[in-house]
């Protein structure tokens, strides 16, 4: 529901309306052909990737119901996923046995930068979170970023932030 947003679009674009020939929809079996890890591998390591694998991947994350909301934009025309983002769901016992919701792998085709697609992706899937009853919603993001997601409502929880990770 947009109408809760309070992110300022201008000009005026929504999930109903994002631009000419752009849709907003949930990732399908059938984007494995419409460039979505092409897409996903601007964003970082993607590898490579089989149909059985991608078709794997994507019933088991569709048997977790609610569990994962995969959103891209397609351009309607050439066929193509040129956006998307991620909310996972996390089920928690704190908070009332809640849920947690990380945003993720944000990513947005060079050739469609200036359009406020990256803003849209990441409304759509704060509103999402919220709607779905997420006591909070997390991300972890480059430092060049920080200033984007600060202009969306996003914090840095003063000393109460530190992200760490192990990589294998
Ligand atoms: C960014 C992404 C994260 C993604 C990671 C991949 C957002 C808000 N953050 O931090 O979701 O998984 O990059 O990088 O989109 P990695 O390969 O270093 O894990």
């Known amino acids: 529901d947009f109408s809760k947003s309070k992110v300022i679009f201008d000009p005026p674009i929504s999930v109903i309306d994002p631009g000419e020939n752009l849709k907003v929809r949930p990732l399908c079996s059938g984007d494995y052909d419409r460039g979505y890890l092409k897409l996903l591998s601007f964003l970082t390591k993607v590898g490579d990737i089989s149909r059985k694998q991608f078709l794997d991947r994507f019933h088991a994350m569709s048997s977790c119901k609610g569990m994962h909301y995969i959103t891209v934009i397609e351009d309607t025309v050439s066929g193509q996923i040129i956006g998307s983002a991620t909310l996972a769901v996390e089920q928690k016992f704190i908070h009332d046995a809640g849920f947690r919701g990380r945003l993720e792998d ?63």
Do not use: P, W
């Open 106 to 168: 944000v990513v947005v085709s060079d050739e469609y930068r200036g359009r406020q697609l990256g803003k849209l992706l990441v409304e759509t899937i704060r509103l999402l979170a919220e709607h779905v009853g997420c006591y909070k919603i997390t991300l972890d993001c480059r430092d060049r970023m920080v200033k984007f997601y600060k202009q969306l409502g996003f914090q840095l929880e003063e000393g109460n932030s530190n992200f760490m990770t192990v990589r294998f």
